[in-house]
Protein backbone atom coordinates (compact mmCIF):
# COMPACT_ATOMS: atom_id res chain seq x y z
CA UNK A 1 0.00 0.00 0.00
CA UNK A 2 2.78 2.54 1.04
CA UNK A 3 4.51 1.98 -2.83
CA UNK A 4 0.98 2.10 -4.61
CA UNK A 5 0.82 4.68 -7.26
CA UNK A 6 -1.84 7.50 -7.13
CA UNK A 7 -4.11 8.28 -9.99
CA UNK A 8 -5.55 11.43 -11.55
CA UNK A 9 -8.81 9.66 -11.67
CA UNK A 10 -8.98 10.17 -7.50
CA UNK A 11 -9.13 13.57 -8.37
CA UNK A 12 -12.89 13.97 -8.83
CA UNK A 13 -13.72 17.65 -9.11
CA UNK A 14 -17.27 18.55 -10.46
CA UNK A 15 -17.61 22.70 -10.38
CA UNK A 16 -20.82 24.33 -9.78
CA UNK A 17 -22.36 26.44 -12.25
CA UNK A 18 -20.89 29.48 -10.55
CA UNK A 19 -18.01 28.41 -9.68
CA UNK A 20 -17.97 27.74 -13.66
CA UNK A 21 -18.67 31.08 -15.07
CA UNK A 22 -16.53 32.29 -12.13
CA UNK A 23 -13.43 30.21 -13.21
CA UNK A 24 -13.82 29.55 -17.06
CA UNK A 25 -12.59 31.64 -19.98
CA UNK A 26 -13.88 31.78 -23.49
CA UNK A 27 -12.97 33.47 -27.06
CA UNK A 28 -15.31 33.93 -30.14
CA UNK A 29 -13.44 34.49 -33.67
CA UNK A 30 -15.60 35.18 -36.27
CA UNK A 31 -14.99 37.72 -38.64
CA UNK A 32 -18.59 39.50 -37.88
CA UNK A 33 -18.86 39.95 -34.22
CA UNK A 34 -22.23 37.55 -33.42
CA UNK A 35 -24.92 38.74 -30.76
CA UNK A 36 -24.03 35.48 -28.91
CA UNK A 37 -21.11 37.75 -27.75
CA UNK A 38 -23.67 39.74 -25.55
CA UNK A 39 -25.59 36.69 -25.17
CA UNK A 40 -23.00 35.52 -23.00
CA UNK A 41 -21.92 38.23 -21.44
CA UNK A 42 -25.61 38.84 -20.00
CA UNK A 43 -25.52 35.17 -18.99
CA UNK A 44 -22.23 36.23 -17.30
CA UNK A 45 -19.79 34.25 -19.15
CA UNK A 46 -15.94 35.42 -19.02
CA UNK A 47 -16.13 36.42 -22.87
CA UNK A 48 -13.84 38.30 -25.20
CA UNK A 49 -13.99 38.62 -28.81
CA UNK A 50 -11.41 38.70 -31.80
CA UNK A 51 -12.24 39.00 -36.07
CA UNK A 52 -9.46 36.84 -36.48
CA UNK A 53 -6.14 35.38 -35.30
CA UNK A 54 -3.15 36.04 -37.21
CA UNK A 55 0.47 35.96 -36.75
CA UNK A 56 0.30 39.21 -34.80
CA UNK A 57 -2.14 38.30 -32.20
CA UNK A 58 -1.59 34.94 -32.20
CA UNK A 59 -0.43 34.91 -28.55
CA UNK A 60 -3.70 35.03 -27.27
CA UNK A 61 -3.97 31.41 -27.94
CA UNK A 62 -1.22 31.11 -25.48
CA UNK A 63 -3.55 32.63 -22.83
CA UNK A 64 -5.86 30.93 -20.56
CA UNK A 65 -9.13 30.25 -22.99
CA UNK A 66 -11.19 27.11 -21.82
CA UNK A 67 -12.70 27.54 -25.09
CA UNK A 68 -12.83 28.69 -28.81
CA UNK A 69 -15.69 29.57 -30.41
CA UNK A 70 -14.40 29.24 -33.75
CA UNK A 71 -15.89 29.96 -37.12
CA UNK A 72 -14.54 28.67 -39.94
CA UNK A 73 -15.22 31.24 -43.24
CA UNK A 74 -13.28 34.51 -43.44
CA UNK A 75 -10.53 33.48 -40.27
CA UNK A 76 -7.50 32.06 -39.73
CA UNK A 77 -6.21 32.51 -43.34
CA UNK A 78 -2.60 33.21 -41.92
CA UNK A 79 -2.43 29.92 -41.17
CA UNK A 80 -3.56 28.46 -44.27
CA UNK A 81 -5.84 28.62 -47.04
CA UNK A 82 -8.39 26.13 -45.00
CA UNK A 83 -9.34 29.58 -43.26
CA UNK A 84 -11.26 28.50 -40.02
CA UNK A 85 -10.08 24.53 -40.28
CA UNK A 86 -6.11 26.11 -40.40
CA UNK A 87 -6.91 27.84 -37.18
CA UNK A 88 -8.17 25.04 -35.67
CA UNK A 89 -5.06 22.73 -36.13
CA UNK A 90 -2.71 25.69 -35.11
CA UNK A 91 -4.63 25.65 -31.99
CA UNK A 92 -4.91 22.08 -31.36
CA UNK A 93 -1.03 21.98 -31.83
CA UNK A 94 -0.14 25.23 -29.41
CA UNK A 95 -2.74 24.27 -26.75
CA UNK A 96 -4.54 21.11 -26.82
CA UNK A 97 -6.50 21.29 -23.42
CA UNK A 98 -8.45 24.40 -25.20
CA UNK A 99 -12.07 22.80 -26.58
CA UNK A 100 -13.14 24.11 -29.77
CA UNK A 101 -16.49 24.56 -30.81
CA UNK A 102 -17.07 24.55 -34.32
CA UNK A 103 -19.39 27.93 -34.65
CA UNK A 104 -20.63 27.57 -38.68
CA UNK A 105 -23.73 27.67 -40.30
CA UNK A 106 -22.21 27.30 -43.86
CA UNK A 107 -22.37 24.39 -46.16
CA UNK A 108 -19.15 22.95 -45.96
CA UNK A 109 -17.46 20.75 -48.84
CA UNK A 110 -15.89 17.32 -48.00
CA UNK A 111 -12.52 18.52 -47.97
CA UNK A 112 -13.48 21.29 -45.45
CA UNK A 113 -15.62 19.35 -43.58
CA UNK A 114 -12.49 18.11 -40.93
CA UNK A 115 -13.43 21.65 -39.51
CA UNK A 116 -16.46 19.38 -37.95
CA UNK A 117 -14.43 16.28 -37.22
CA UNK A 118 -11.42 18.06 -35.79
CA UNK A 119 -12.82 20.05 -33.15
CA UNK A 120 -14.53 19.14 -29.51
CA UNK A 121 -18.04 20.09 -30.78
CA UNK A 122 -20.24 21.88 -33.38
CA UNK A 123 -22.76 25.08 -32.61
CA UNK A 124 -24.91 25.89 -35.38
CA UNK A 125 -24.83 29.48 -35.81
CA UNK A 126 -28.94 28.90 -36.60
CA UNK A 127 -29.21 27.39 -32.75
CA UNK A 128 -31.27 29.02 -30.54
CA UNK A 129 -30.16 30.98 -27.21
CA UNK A 130 -30.80 28.63 -24.62
CA UNK A 131 -29.16 25.75 -26.81
CA UNK A 132 -26.16 27.98 -27.95
CA UNK A 133 -25.30 28.86 -24.03
CA UNK A 134 -26.33 25.03 -23.23
CA UNK A 135 -23.93 23.73 -25.68
CA UNK A 136 -21.16 26.21 -24.44
CA UNK A 137 -21.32 25.55 -20.66
CA UNK A 138 -20.86 21.67 -21.56
CA UNK A 139 -18.21 22.64 -23.40
CA UNK A 140 -16.42 24.43 -20.97
CA UNK A 141 -17.18 21.86 -18.02
CA UNK A 142 -15.33 19.28 -20.75
CA UNK A 143 -12.40 21.77 -20.78
CA UNK A 144 -12.43 22.29 -17.01
CA UNK A 145 -12.22 18.34 -16.58
CA UNK A 146 -9.00 16.67 -14.64
CA UNK A 147 -9.35 14.35 -17.84
CA UNK A 148 -9.04 17.33 -20.34
CA UNK A 149 -6.74 19.00 -19.33
CA UNK A 150 -4.25 15.98 -17.90
CA UNK A 151 -4.70 15.08 -21.53
CA UNK A 152 -3.67 18.55 -22.82
CA UNK A 153 -0.76 18.64 -20.28
CA UNK A 154 0.13 15.02 -21.45
CA UNK A 155 0.28 15.55 -24.98
CA UNK A 156 2.50 19.20 -24.98
CA UNK A 157 4.87 17.69 -22.48
CA UNK A 158 5.19 15.30 -25.14
CA UNK A 159 4.53 12.01 -22.91
CA UNK A 160 2.67 9.02 -24.43
CA UNK A 161 -0.56 8.70 -22.23
CA UNK A 162 -0.48 5.16 -20.25
CA UNK A 163 3.19 5.33 -19.94
CA UNK A 164 5.38 4.99 -16.88
CA UNK A 165 5.96 8.94 -16.97
CA UNK A 166 2.56 9.50 -16.66
CA UNK A 167 2.10 7.21 -14.21
CA UNK A 168 4.81 8.98 -12.24
CA UNK A 169 3.26 12.57 -12.79
CA UNK A 170 -0.08 11.40 -11.72
CA UNK A 171 1.02 10.05 -8.73
CA UNK A 172 3.30 13.10 -8.08
CA UNK A 173 -0.11 15.45 -8.75
CA UNK A 174 -2.40 13.45 -6.23
CA UNK A 175 0.39 13.42 -3.58
CA UNK A 176 1.25 17.10 -4.49
CA UNK A 177 -2.02 18.29 -3.25
CA UNK A 178 -1.72 17.17 -0.10
CA UNK A 179 2.61 17.65 0.10
CA UNK A 180 3.43 20.46 -1.64
CA UNK A 181 7.27 20.10 -2.65
CA UNK A 182 5.64 17.20 -4.77
CA UNK A 183 3.84 19.95 -6.50
CA UNK A 184 7.09 21.69 -7.05
CA UNK A 185 8.73 18.86 -8.18
CA UNK A 186 6.07 18.09 -11.22
CA UNK A 187 5.67 21.71 -11.84
CA UNK A 188 9.93 21.66 -12.64
CA UNK A 189 9.54 18.45 -14.32
CA UNK A 190 6.73 20.10 -17.00
CA UNK A 191 9.68 23.23 -17.23
CA UNK A 192 12.13 20.52 -17.92
CA UNK A 193 9.85 18.46 -20.26
CA UNK A 194 8.80 21.43 -22.81
CA UNK A 195 11.34 22.86 -24.21
CA UNK A 196 9.90 25.67 -26.43
CA UNK A 197 8.98 29.23 -23.97
CA UNK A 198 5.38 28.84 -25.58
CA UNK A 199 5.03 25.68 -24.93
CA UNK A 200 6.09 25.52 -21.42
CA UNK A 201 3.82 28.57 -20.57
CA UNK A 202 0.91 26.63 -21.83
CA UNK A 203 1.70 23.47 -19.58
CA UNK A 204 2.41 25.49 -16.40
CA UNK A 205 -1.10 27.39 -17.47
CA UNK A 206 -2.57 23.64 -17.70
CA UNK A 207 -0.94 22.44 -14.40
CA UNK A 208 -2.22 26.00 -12.29
CA UNK A 209 -5.95 24.77 -13.80
CA UNK A 210 -5.51 21.44 -12.50
CA UNK A 211 -3.89 22.47 -9.40
CA UNK A 212 -6.95 24.35 -8.53
CA UNK A 213 -9.38 21.89 -9.64
CA UNK A 214 -7.53 19.37 -7.20
CA UNK A 215 -7.59 22.14 -4.06
CA UNK A 216 -11.89 21.95 -5.10
CA UNK A 217 -11.83 18.32 -4.66
CA UNK A 218 -10.29 18.04 -2.03
CA UNK A 219 -12.29 20.94 -0.60
CA UNK A 220 -15.24 18.94 -1.68
CA UNK A 221 -16.37 21.27 -4.24
CA UNK B 1 -22.84 15.01 -61.87
CA UNK B 2 -19.72 12.83 -63.36
CA UNK B 3 -17.69 13.53 -66.37
CA UNK B 4 -19.48 10.79 -68.30
CA UNK B 5 -22.74 11.41 -66.73
CA UNK B 6 -22.84 14.97 -68.38
CA UNK B 7 -20.71 14.03 -72.02
CA UNK B 8 -23.26 10.70 -72.21
CA UNK B 9 -25.97 13.15 -72.03
CA UNK B 10 -24.60 15.65 -74.81
CA UNK B 11 -22.66 13.27 -77.28
CA UNK B 12 -24.06 12.39 -80.82
CA UNK B 13 -22.18 8.99 -80.60
CA UNK B 14 -22.46 6.12 -78.13
CA UNK B 15 -20.55 6.59 -75.09
CA UNK B 16 -18.95 4.01 -72.94
CA UNK B 17 -17.53 4.70 -69.62
CA UNK B 18 -14.20 2.78 -69.67
CA UNK B 19 -13.60 3.92 -66.04
CA UNK B 20 -16.36 1.26 -65.39
CA UNK B 21 -17.11 -0.82 -68.25
CA UNK B 22 -20.79 -1.55 -69.08
CA UNK B 23 -23.30 -1.61 -72.25
CA UNK B 24 -22.47 1.70 -74.21
CA UNK B 25 -24.77 4.00 -74.29
CA UNK B 26 -27.01 5.57 -77.08
CA UNK B 27 -25.80 8.72 -78.79
CA UNK B 28 -28.12 11.85 -79.16
CA UNK B 29 -28.11 10.87 -82.93
CA UNK B 30 -26.77 7.86 -83.48
CA UNK B 31 -27.93 4.91 -81.10
CA UNK B 32 -25.49 2.09 -80.47
CA UNK B 33 -26.10 -0.65 -83.43
CA UNK B 34 -28.74 -3.29 -82.69
CA UNK B 35 -26.57 -5.93 -83.13
CA UNK B 36 -24.07 -4.51 -80.54
CA UNK B 37 -27.00 -4.95 -77.31
CA UNK B 38 -27.44 -8.86 -78.52
CA UNK B 39 -23.56 -9.27 -78.84
CA UNK B 40 -22.28 -7.26 -75.58
CA UNK B 41 -24.13 -9.97 -72.99
CA UNK B 42 -23.70 -13.39 -75.53
CA UNK B 43 -19.95 -13.67 -74.74
CA UNK B 44 -17.21 -10.97 -72.89
CA UNK B 45 -15.79 -10.17 -75.87
CA UNK B 46 -16.82 -6.39 -76.31
CA UNK B 47 -16.01 -5.93 -72.32
CA UNK B 48 -12.76 -7.21 -72.86
CA UNK B 49 -12.17 -4.89 -76.63
CA UNK B 50 -13.58 -1.93 -74.11
CA UNK B 51 -11.55 -3.02 -71.06
CA UNK B 52 -8.44 -3.15 -73.06
CA UNK B 53 -9.40 0.40 -74.06
CA UNK B 54 -9.47 1.31 -70.46
CA UNK B 55 -6.06 -0.11 -69.46
CA UNK B 56 -4.23 1.44 -72.22
CA UNK B 57 -2.21 4.07 -72.13
CA UNK B 58 -3.26 5.68 -75.95
CA UNK B 59 -5.24 8.39 -76.19
CA UNK B 60 -7.64 8.99 -79.22
CA UNK B 61 -6.18 6.14 -81.39
CA UNK B 62 -9.05 4.08 -83.03
CA UNK B 63 -9.33 0.51 -82.61
CA UNK B 64 -11.49 -2.24 -83.92
CA UNK B 65 -14.15 -3.77 -82.20
CA UNK B 66 -14.01 -8.19 -82.38
CA UNK B 67 -17.58 -7.22 -84.24
CA UNK B 68 -16.50 -4.79 -87.09
CA UNK B 69 -17.12 -1.65 -85.24
CA UNK B 70 -14.47 1.14 -84.28
CA UNK B 71 -14.06 2.57 -80.60
CA UNK B 72 -12.12 5.27 -80.00
CA UNK B 73 -11.16 6.26 -76.10
CA UNK B 74 -10.26 9.80 -74.52
CA UNK B 75 -9.49 11.36 -71.00
CA UNK B 76 -11.28 14.54 -69.57
CA UNK B 77 -9.56 14.87 -66.52
CA UNK B 78 -9.33 11.33 -64.79
CA UNK B 79 -11.78 9.97 -66.70
CA UNK B 80 -11.38 7.56 -69.37
CA UNK B 81 -14.23 7.80 -72.00
CA UNK B 82 -14.66 6.12 -75.22
CA UNK B 83 -16.83 7.09 -78.27
CA UNK B 84 -18.03 3.61 -80.31
CA UNK B 85 -20.01 1.68 -82.78
CA UNK B 86 -18.20 3.99 -85.65
CA UNK B 87 -17.28 3.28 -88.76
CA UNK B 88 -14.03 5.34 -89.30
CA UNK B 89 -13.48 6.46 -92.92
CA UNK B 90 -10.32 6.08 -94.01
CA UNK B 91 -11.06 2.59 -92.95
CA UNK B 92 -8.93 -0.05 -90.69
CA UNK B 93 -10.17 -2.75 -92.67
CA UNK B 94 -11.78 -5.72 -93.19
CA UNK B 95 -14.48 -7.93 -93.81
CA UNK B 96 -16.30 -7.60 -90.25
CA UNK B 97 -16.18 -3.96 -90.80
CA UNK B 98 -17.50 -4.15 -94.62
CA UNK B 99 -20.42 -5.81 -93.28
CA UNK B 100 -21.13 -3.57 -90.83
CA UNK B 101 -20.98 -0.37 -93.29
CA UNK B 102 -22.94 -1.94 -95.59
CA UNK B 103 -25.64 -2.43 -92.42
CA UNK B 104 -25.33 0.91 -90.16
CA UNK B 105 -24.78 4.02 -93.27
CA UNK B 106 -25.23 5.74 -90.53
CA UNK B 107 -22.37 5.13 -88.57
CA UNK B 108 -20.09 6.19 -91.16
CA UNK B 109 -18.05 8.96 -90.16
CA UNK B 110 -14.40 10.76 -91.06
CA UNK B 111 -12.17 10.41 -89.23
CA UNK B 112 -10.71 14.17 -89.15
CA UNK B 113 -14.64 15.06 -87.92
CA UNK B 114 -14.49 12.63 -85.35
CA UNK B 115 -11.57 14.47 -83.93
CA UNK B 116 -13.21 17.93 -83.93
CA UNK B 117 -16.27 16.21 -82.29
CA UNK B 118 -14.19 14.84 -79.17
CA UNK B 119 -12.20 18.11 -78.74
CA UNK B 120 -16.16 20.36 -78.93
CA UNK B 121 -17.35 17.89 -76.68
CA UNK B 122 -14.05 17.89 -74.03
CA UNK B 123 -14.64 21.81 -74.22
CA UNK B 124 -18.42 21.50 -73.82
CA UNK B 125 -18.14 18.92 -70.60
CA UNK B 126 -15.62 21.43 -69.03
CA UNK B 127 -18.26 24.42 -69.75
CA UNK B 128 -20.99 22.49 -68.45
CA UNK B 129 -18.48 21.73 -65.45
CA UNK B 130 -17.62 25.41 -64.96
CA UNK B 131 -21.09 26.48 -65.04
CA UNK B 132 -22.32 23.95 -62.20
CA UNK B 133 -19.68 24.69 -59.91
CA UNK B 134 -20.69 28.26 -59.89
CA UNK B 135 -24.20 27.70 -59.76
CA UNK B 136 -23.61 25.58 -56.64
CA UNK B 137 -21.40 28.11 -55.45
CA UNK B 138 -23.37 30.72 -55.76
CA UNK B 139 -26.70 28.81 -53.97
CA UNK B 140 -24.78 27.90 -50.97
CA UNK B 141 -23.96 31.30 -50.88
CA UNK B 142 -27.62 32.57 -51.46
CA UNK B 143 -28.75 29.88 -48.53
CA UNK B 144 -26.06 31.38 -46.47
CA UNK B 145 -27.56 34.45 -46.22
CA UNK B 146 -31.09 33.45 -46.11
CA UNK B 147 -30.09 31.35 -42.96
CA UNK B 148 -28.57 34.37 -41.35
CA UNK B 149 -31.73 36.63 -41.68
CA UNK B 150 -33.44 33.86 -40.23
CA UNK B 151 -30.89 33.45 -37.41
CA UNK B 152 -31.43 37.25 -36.69
CA UNK B 153 -35.45 36.61 -36.89
CA UNK B 154 -35.34 33.70 -34.75
CA UNK B 155 -32.79 34.41 -32.28
CA UNK B 156 -34.54 37.99 -31.48
CA UNK B 157 -38.27 36.60 -31.24
CA UNK B 158 -36.07 34.03 -28.46
CA UNK B 159 -34.53 37.27 -26.90
CA UNK B 160 -37.94 39.07 -26.73
CA UNK B 161 -39.55 35.74 -25.36
CA UNK B 162 -37.10 35.24 -22.63
CA UNK B 163 -37.28 38.78 -21.90
CA UNK B 164 -41.06 38.51 -21.68
CA UNK B 165 -41.19 35.64 -19.56
CA UNK B 166 -37.10 34.33 -18.15
CA UNK B 167 -38.90 30.95 -16.38
CA UNK B 168 -40.79 30.00 -19.26
CA UNK B 169 -40.21 31.64 -22.54
CA UNK B 170 -42.06 29.04 -24.94
CA UNK B 171 -45.46 30.74 -22.37
CA UNK B 172 -44.70 34.49 -23.82
CA UNK B 173 -47.00 36.49 -26.39
CA UNK B 174 -48.02 33.73 -28.49
CA UNK B 175 -47.59 35.41 -32.15
CA UNK B 176 -43.86 35.67 -30.63
CA UNK B 177 -43.49 32.09 -29.78
CA UNK B 178 -45.01 31.51 -33.33
CA UNK B 179 -42.56 33.76 -34.97
CA UNK B 180 -39.91 31.96 -32.89
CA UNK B 181 -41.12 28.45 -33.42
CA UNK B 182 -41.59 29.28 -37.13
CA UNK B 183 -38.26 30.32 -37.36
CA UNK B 184 -36.53 26.81 -35.77
CA UNK B 185 -38.68 24.90 -38.09
CA UNK B 186 -37.18 26.79 -41.23
CA UNK B 187 -33.64 25.90 -39.94
CA UNK B 188 -34.66 22.50 -40.46
CA UNK B 189 -35.79 22.88 -43.33
CA UNK B 190 -32.87 24.65 -44.16
CA UNK B 191 -30.30 21.78 -43.09
CA UNK B 192 -32.64 18.68 -45.60
CA UNK B 193 -31.84 21.63 -47.97
CA UNK B 194 -28.34 21.84 -47.29
CA UNK B 195 -28.36 18.02 -47.26
CA UNK B 196 -29.94 17.58 -50.60
CA UNK B 197 -27.84 20.46 -52.23
CA UNK B 198 -24.84 18.47 -51.58
CA UNK B 199 -24.56 15.04 -49.48
CA UNK B 200 -21.08 15.76 -47.45
CA UNK B 201 -23.19 16.70 -44.00
CA UNK B 202 -24.42 12.98 -44.16
CA UNK B 203 -20.70 11.90 -44.10
CA UNK B 204 -19.67 13.15 -40.95
CA UNK B 205 -18.59 11.01 -38.48
CA UNK B 206 -21.29 9.81 -36.50
CA UNK B 207 -18.86 10.69 -32.64
CA UNK B 208 -21.32 12.53 -30.32
CA UNK B 209 -22.81 11.05 -27.40
CA UNK B 210 -26.60 12.49 -27.18
CA UNK B 211 -29.73 11.68 -25.20
CA UNK B 212 -32.52 11.14 -27.40
CA UNK B 213 -34.80 12.34 -25.18
CA UNK B 214 -33.45 15.92 -25.40
CA UNK B 215 -33.44 15.87 -29.21
CA UNK B 216 -36.89 14.39 -29.44
CA UNK B 217 -38.31 16.77 -26.74
CA UNK B 218 -36.65 19.71 -28.43
CA UNK B 219 -38.05 18.85 -31.60
CA UNK B 220 -41.79 18.52 -30.19
CA UNK B 221 -41.34 21.61 -28.76
CA UNK B 222 -40.28 23.40 -32.00
CA UNK B 223 -44.26 21.72 -33.19
CA UNK B 224 -45.75 21.95 -30.66
CA UNK B 225 -44.86 25.27 -28.69
CA UNK B 226 -48.37 25.45 -26.91
CA UNK B 227 -49.03 22.03 -25.66
CA UNK B 228 -51.95 21.80 -27.25
CA UNK B 229 -51.85 17.67 -27.16
CA UNK B 230 -50.36 17.27 -30.86
CA UNK B 231 -48.59 14.28 -29.15
CA UNK B 232 -48.64 11.81 -26.96
CA UNK B 233 -44.99 10.62 -26.04
CA UNK B 234 -44.63 7.18 -24.00
CA UNK B 235 -41.62 5.84 -22.52
CA UNK B 236 -40.70 4.54 -19.40
CA UNK B 237 -39.42 7.89 -16.99
CA UNK B 238 -36.20 5.99 -15.97
CA UNK B 239 -35.55 5.16 -19.67
CA UNK B 240 -32.50 7.69 -21.28
CA UNK B 241 -30.95 6.52 -23.83
CA UNK B 242 -27.76 7.83 -25.23
CA UNK B 243 -26.47 7.38 -28.48
CA UNK B 244 -23.36 7.96 -30.62
CA UNK B 245 -25.00 10.74 -33.04
CA UNK B 246 -24.06 13.29 -35.67
CA UNK B 247 -25.38 16.08 -33.98
CA UNK B 248 -25.12 18.65 -37.21
CA UNK B 249 -27.86 15.45 -39.24
CA UNK B 250 -29.34 13.24 -36.36
CA UNK B 251 -32.54 16.09 -35.52
CA UNK B 252 -33.54 15.51 -39.17
CA UNK B 253 -34.87 12.26 -38.56
CA UNK B 254 -37.08 13.64 -36.02
CA UNK B 255 -38.16 16.66 -37.12
CA UNK B 256 -38.86 15.08 -40.53
CA UNK B 257 -41.11 11.88 -39.20
CA UNK B 258 -43.14 14.25 -36.80
CA UNK B 259 -43.50 16.51 -39.37
CA UNK B 260 -44.64 14.44 -42.02
CA UNK B 261 -47.28 12.87 -38.79
CA UNK B 262 -48.62 16.39 -37.95
CA UNK B 263 -49.17 17.14 -42.26
CA UNK B 264 -50.54 13.69 -42.96
CA UNK B 265 -52.81 13.17 -39.33
CA UNK B 266 -56.79 13.38 -39.81
CA UNK B 267 -59.26 15.18 -37.84
CA UNK B 268 -56.44 16.49 -35.64
CA UNK B 269 -55.94 13.07 -34.12
CA UNK B 270 -52.55 12.93 -31.87
CA UNK B 271 -48.92 11.92 -32.99
CA UNK B 272 -47.94 8.89 -30.89
CA UNK B 273 -44.49 8.67 -29.52
CA UNK B 274 -43.10 5.58 -28.37
CA UNK B 275 -39.51 5.12 -27.05
CA UNK B 276 -38.58 1.68 -26.24
CA UNK B 277 -35.62 -0.16 -25.05
CA UNK B 278 -34.89 -3.78 -27.14
CA UNK B 279 -31.85 -4.97 -25.40
CA UNK B 280 -29.00 -2.46 -26.34
CA UNK B 281 -31.25 -0.90 -28.80
CA UNK B 282 -33.38 2.43 -28.60
CA UNK B 283 -36.34 1.82 -31.02
CA UNK B 284 -38.66 4.58 -31.90
CA UNK B 285 -41.66 4.60 -33.17
CA UNK B 286 -44.15 7.59 -34.97
CA UNK B 287 -47.47 6.52 -35.48
CA UNK B 288 -50.85 9.12 -36.51
CA UNK B 289 -54.38 8.35 -38.26
CA UNK B 290 -54.65 9.52 -41.72
CA UNK B 291 -56.35 8.70 -44.70
CA UNK B 292 -55.52 5.58 -46.83
CA UNK B 293 -52.84 5.12 -48.92
CA UNK B 294 -50.48 2.80 -50.14
CA UNK B 295 -46.88 3.36 -48.07
CA UNK B 296 -44.21 1.30 -48.66
CA UNK B 297 -40.58 1.30 -48.68
CA UNK B 298 -40.89 3.36 -51.61
CA UNK B 299 -41.81 6.45 -50.01
CA UNK B 300 -38.26 6.80 -48.99
CA UNK B 301 -37.30 7.56 -52.91
CA UNK B 302 -36.63 11.05 -53.65
CA UNK B 303 -39.57 13.06 -55.37
CA UNK B 304 -41.60 10.50 -53.39
CA UNK B 305 -45.11 11.52 -51.81
CA UNK B 306 -48.16 9.57 -50.32
CA UNK B 307 -50.91 11.67 -50.61
CA UNK B 308 -50.22 14.29 -53.18
CA UNK B 309 -53.05 16.90 -52.08
CA UNK B 310 -50.87 18.37 -49.07
CA UNK B 311 -47.34 20.28 -49.68
CA UNK B 312 -44.21 18.78 -49.85
CA UNK B 313 -41.72 18.10 -51.98
CA UNK B 314 -41.18 14.85 -51.15
CA UNK B 315 -37.33 15.07 -49.85
CA UNK B 316 -38.04 14.90 -46.40
CA UNK B 317 -38.21 11.24 -45.80
CA UNK B 318 -35.57 10.93 -48.40
CA UNK B 319 -33.56 12.78 -46.89
CA UNK B 320 -34.36 11.52 -43.01
CA UNK B 321 -33.46 7.98 -44.45
CA UNK B 322 -30.06 8.87 -46.05
CA UNK B 323 -29.36 10.19 -42.41
CA UNK B 324 -30.61 7.10 -40.64
CA UNK B 325 -28.28 5.24 -42.49
CA UNK B 326 -25.67 7.48 -41.90
CA UNK B 327 -26.25 6.48 -38.22
CA UNK B 328 -26.07 2.73 -39.13
CA UNK B 329 -29.96 2.44 -38.95
CA UNK B 330 -32.82 2.24 -41.21
CA UNK B 331 -36.36 4.02 -41.13
CA UNK B 332 -39.17 1.31 -41.93
CA UNK B 333 -42.60 2.28 -42.78
CA UNK B 334 -45.80 0.31 -41.68
CA UNK B 335 -49.53 0.67 -42.45
CA UNK B 336 -52.91 -0.38 -40.69
CA UNK B 337 -55.94 -0.37 -42.42
CA UNK B 338 -58.98 0.76 -39.96
CA UNK B 339 -62.34 1.75 -40.55
CA UNK B 340 -63.63 4.83 -42.62
CA UNK B 341 -60.44 4.25 -45.21
CA UNK B 342 -58.12 5.14 -42.67
CA UNK B 343 -54.81 3.83 -41.77
CA UNK B 344 -52.42 3.97 -38.66
CA UNK B 345 -49.32 4.87 -40.02
CA UNK B 346 -46.02 4.04 -38.26
CA UNK B 347 -42.09 4.83 -38.87
CA UNK B 348 -39.89 3.06 -37.09
CA UNK B 349 -36.34 3.18 -36.53
CA UNK B 350 -34.05 2.32 -33.66
CA UNK B 351 -30.30 2.65 -32.86
CA UNK B 352 -27.51 1.19 -31.08
CA UNK B 353 -27.44 3.01 -27.56
CA UNK B 354 -24.18 3.58 -25.58
CA UNK B 355 -23.59 2.70 -21.53
Not at chain 2, 128 to 138: G, H, T
Not at chain 2, 292 to 320: E, P, Q
Request: charged letters at 25%.
Amino acid sequence: MWFSKRSIAEVNASLSRDELLRKSRLLVVDDERPDIVDDLKKARFSVDYESDITRDNMHIIESSYDLILLDYGNVGKSFGSDEGLSLLKYIKRINPSVVVIAYTSKALNSDQSDFFRLSNGVLNKDAGISESLEIIEDGLKEALSTQNLWRGLLTISGIKPGSDQDKQWQDLFVKGLEKKDKLHELKNLISKNTSIEGATKIGLVIFEKLVELGVSSLLGG
Amino acid sequence: MSKYDTLSKISPFPTVNLNRVSLPLDGLLIEIPAICKKLYFRDDKCKRHYESLSTSNISRLLKQCPHGFSSIPFEINNNRIALTGIVPFPRLGGELERNVAKLNPLSKLDTNKLYDAINALIQLVENVDLLENSIVKNQAMALHEIRKLNRRIKQTAERICTSQNPAEPDLAETELVQIWKTSEIMSQQFDIIEILAGRTLTELPVDRVIEIHKILLKCVKIYDPFKAGTFKISCLPTYHPKIYACIKTFPIIFTVLIENAIKYATGGSPTHIKIVANGRLCEISVSNISEYAMIDSSIFKRGARGITDKDGSGNGLYVAQLVARQHSSNISVETLPIQNEKMVCTFKVSFQTVN
